[in-house]
C-alpha cells in the first residue's frame, strides 16, 4: 500500500516569495493533515480538511498560509509571502474516517533566507 | 486545550524495558491517548492509543493511569532500531478534531 506522498523534499526561499507544498494522502483516506514542525519541537497541527471540508484550521496564520483540498483527495499548502520564522518542516497526514490513527509522510523541509 | 508534558531525554540499554512518561493533567474525558515516534528525517509513525484501558500491540504497551492523568509506553526490550523521538498526543473523541503533540522525548538507546 502506498504511503502518503509529499513534494518537494527541500525547498529554499528567499523571505517574501511565496512557496507551495503538495500532498497525497492514501488512498482511502477521508481526512488530512497539514503540520508546522520546527527544528526541536512536537508537530503543530495547521489545518484538518475532512474530504475538501475544513474541520479545524484554528492555528493556520490566514494572513499568509492558505490550503485547499479539492477534489477530497490531493491537497496544496501555500505560503505567501515567506518570512525567515516559516523555516519548518511541513508534515502532511492521512486517516480513515472518524479514525484517529494518522499516517504522516515523510515532510516537506523550508529554508527561508 | 489539553497540554502533554514530557520529559526531554532518556537513555535505556540495548534489551532493557524502557517506561516513557507523559503527564497530561487537563486531559477531558473524551480524549484519547495516542503515541507516535519520529526517526531522523521522517515523518512520526503510529505506535499505540488508547482511552481508559491499558492496550498492547506488536511495538509495544500503554499503561494509563486510573485518573488518566498520566500514561507510560513501556517498549518491552529496547533495540537500537527503537532510539526515536515519541510524542504523546491527545486527540478529542468528542465530535470535536483538536489534538495536541508534546514536545517529545529523545531515546537514546546504548549498545
Known amino acids: 500500500e502506498a504511503g502518503v506522498a509529499q513534494s518537494p523534499r527541500y525547498k529554499i526561499i528567499e523571505k517574501r516569495q511565496s512557496v507551495a507544498f503538495w500532498c497525497n494522502p492514501i488512498?482511502?483516506?477521508?481526512?488530512l493533515y497539514w503540520y508546522q514542525q520546527i527544528l526541536g519541537q512536537g508537530p503543530k497541527l495547521l489545518i484538518q480538511f475532512q474530504n475538501n471540508g475544513v474541520v479545524d484550521d484554528s492555528q493556520l496564520p490566514k494572513d499568509r498560509f492558505s490550503a485547499e483540498r479539492l477534489k477530497g483527495v490531493d491537497s496544496t499548502l501555500k505560503i505567501q509571502p515567506a518570512k525567515l520564522e516559516d523555516s519548518a518542516v511541513y508534515l502532511c497526514?492521512?486517516?480513515?474516517?472518524?479514525?484517529?490513527?494518522?499516517?504522516f509522510g515523510p515532510g516537506t523541509r523550508l529554508l527561508v533566507l | 486545550d489539553a497540554k502533554t508534558t514530557q520529559p526531554n531525554s532518556m537513555e535505556s540499554n540495548e534489551e532493557e524495558p524502557v517506561h516513557l512518561p507523559c503527564n497530561h493533567s487537563?486531559?477531558?474525558?473524551?480524549?484519547?491517548i495516542h503515541w507516535y515516534r519520529q526517526l531522523p528525517s521522517q515523518g512520526p509513525e503510529y505506535v499505540i492509543h488508547?482511552?481508559?484501558s491499558n492496550v498492547n500491540n506488536r511495538m509495544a504497551s500503554l499503561a494509563i493511569a486510573e485518573d488518566r492523568k498520566s500514561s507510560t509506553l513501556i517498549l518491552h526490550r529496547a533495540t537500537l532500531r527503537d532510539a526515536a523521538v515519541y510524542y504523546c498526543m491527545l486527540y478529542s473523541g468528542a465530535g470535536s478534531y483538536q489534538l495536541t503533540f508534546g514536545k517529545g522525548t529523545k531515546l537514546s538507546v546504548i549498545p
Open positions: 488512498s482511502g483516506h477521508a481526512t
Open positions: 497526514a492521512s486517516s480513515f474516517p472518524f479514525k484517529r490513527t494518522q499516517y
Open positions: 488508547g482511552l481508559t
Open positions: 487537563t486531559i477531558s474525558g473524551t480524549d484519547y
